[in-house]
Structure formats: structure tokens, C-alpha cells
């Protein structure tokens, strides 16, 4: 299946399709290319007979990091209603499994929270970067409160700190923590168990359960994205600088870091790079 990108790799497995994020120059980021050939993965499975459930996968020690702040402001053309993958996710049928490799945040994370099953490496970490990068980031204030409660939500997107593996597990977040070797044996696995259900009542199950989850208009996901401060978000991490926000009246002294340094936790990828919202 064509996914119309490079950087997304389809492969048949019998009734399971795996889809491997790989772009590992970005750091596993998505451009808009990718994240419409995530929609495309789920839209195939549903249309094929012959698949019945899909896994979504990462290389390396990414899984995804979120959106390619590169592909931001290009000549690509935003995805349009049904591109992206998390409404066909919400609102779909399919049986989807993702497979946690490694760092997981921004929009990674929400397919985790989306997906079925989060089966994770015991390696992964996440983060919430989004607001440190000017994004309001609506999915992750439609999806985390319902699944950790508002108390974390808050504090986990206000202060974009980094947690593991077995902190997302305590906190509810994901369901499965694993041996990194194992990771992809567990994925299969419980993508199986997923098809002894009975597929109508299964579907119906899933409808009833992401009611407690508002849906969230994708066209706010592209807004939240073309504002001043993302824009200058994503400007300054591309030139690895502290991001210069507007204080407004009475908000002139600029912000630091708890050592006093601006843009301190600017950082934060799985070995230490900067990664993307």
C-alpha cells in the first residue's frame, strides 16, 4: 500500500498491517505528508478484507515525536478532514495497536492514548512538549484529562517534563510495558487477541467508550499550529534559541529556567537531542 511517503513503511503480515514510522533524520517527526499517510494506513486496513487490524510502529529509539517543525510553513499543502489519523482513530472500527519503541510525545502521544492497545518498551519515554513551543496542542486537552485525570494532565503539559515507561503504565496512560526485545512479538500478540472479539460488538464497544473522549475539529490542530507563537516556537527551535514570547503589560521579565538560564528544558529527546513538538 502506498502510504505517499517514504518515510512510512507498510507491510501485509498475514490479517495484521504494520506501519513504521521511519524517518530517523527527524528524529521519527512527522510532516504533513506522514501524517496523512497515517490516515491512509488506518482508511487501507479498513477498506482491505484481507487486513483486520493495524500496528503502528517507530526505528530506532523514536517512536514520534510529534510534528516536523521543517515541513511547517512549506509548500505542502495542510491535510485536509480525514487526513490525519487521530478522528479516523476516535471515531474507526479498526482494531490499531502502536507499539511504543522509544521517546513518544506530542502527537505520538496521542495515538498511544487513541490507539487500542499501548504496548511499550520499557525504554520509552514521553513527554508533552507542545506548549513550550507556542501549541496549543487541543488533542492533548480533549484526550489526557478523561484517561489521567486534570491535576496531571496539567502538570505534565505545563511543565513538559519527561516521564518513563513505568510512570505512564501507573498513571493509566498506556497498557502494556515490556522487554525493548520483546516489543514486537507482545504488538503482534495483542493485535490477535484484539480479533477474537466479535467485530461487530467490538466496534460498537469502541464507539461507546470514545464518547468519554471529546472529538476534537482537525482544523483546530492546523490553527493551533499557524500562530505567532508557534511560529516562533518552532523558529526558535530550528535555531536552537530560547523562544522570545510577548509578556504583555506588567510581563516584561523574561522567563527562566530553574538554574536561572533562558530556555532551560528547551531539550529533552530519548538520548538527549533536541526534539520537535
Not at 512549506?74 to 482494531?95: K, M, N, R, T
Not at 496549543?136 to 478523561?146: E, R, Y
Request: aromatic share 6%; glycine share 10%; net charge negative.
Amino acid at each position: 500500500m502506498d502510504l505517499g511517503t517514504p518515510n512510512l513503511r507498510f507491510e501485509r503480515r498475514g490479517p495484521i498491517a504494520w506501519c513504521t514510522v521511519d524517518n530517523p533524520t527527524q528524529r521519527n517527526a512527522l510532516s504533513t505528508a506522514m501524517y496523512r499517510g497515517l490516515g491512509r494506513a488506518v482508511q487501507g486496513v479498513a477498506r482491505d478484507p484481507r487486513l483486520e487490524a493495524l500496528v503502528i510502529t517507530g526505528v530506532d529509539d523514536v517512536f514520534i515525536v510529534g510534528g516536523d517543525p521543517a515541513s511547517h510553513g512549506s509548500d505542502d499543502a495542510p491535510p485536509g478532514d480525514g487526513d490525519l489519523p487521530f478522528s479516523l482513530l476516535h471515531q474507526g472500527d479498526v482494531p490499531v495497536v502502536v507499539a511504543i519503541n522509544g521517546h513518544c510525545q506530542a502527537s505520538g502521544l496521542w495515538l498511544a492514548v487513541l490507539a487500542d492497545v499501548a504496548v511499550v518498551s520499557e525504554r520509552a519515554r514521553f513527554r508533552l512538549p507542545e506548549l513550550r513551543l507556542g501549541v496549543a496542542a487541543p488533542w492533548s486537552a480533549a484526550l489526557l484529562p478523561p484517561v489521567i485525570g486534570l491535576a496531571r494532565t496539567k502538570e505534565l503539559a505545563l511543565t513538559s517534563r519527561s516521564f518513563s515507561a513505568a510512570e505512564a503504565y501507573a498513571m493509566g496512560l498506556v497498557a502494556r510495558v515490556v522487554p525493548h526485545d520483546d516489543l514486537h512479538d507482545e504488538a503482534e500478540r495483542t493485535a490477535y487477541e484484539l480479533l477474537e472479539a466479535a467485530p461487530g460488538a467490538r466496534a460498537a464497544w469502541k464507539r461507546a467508550v470514545h464518547t468519554h473522549i471529546e472529538p476534537v475539529d482537525e482544523r483546530s490542530v492546523a490553527a493551533s499550529i499557524s500562530t505567532t507563537e508557534a511560529e516562533e516556537g518552532f523558529a526558535a527551535f530550528a535555531e536552537r534559541r530560547p523562544p522570545s514570547w510577548s509578556r504583555g503589560v506588567g510581563r516584561e521579565k523574561d522567563r527562566r529556567g530553574s538554574n536561572g538560564r533562558l530556555g532551560e528544558h528547551l531539550d529533552g529527546g530519548a538520548d538527549g537531542r533536541r526534539t520537535p513538538a
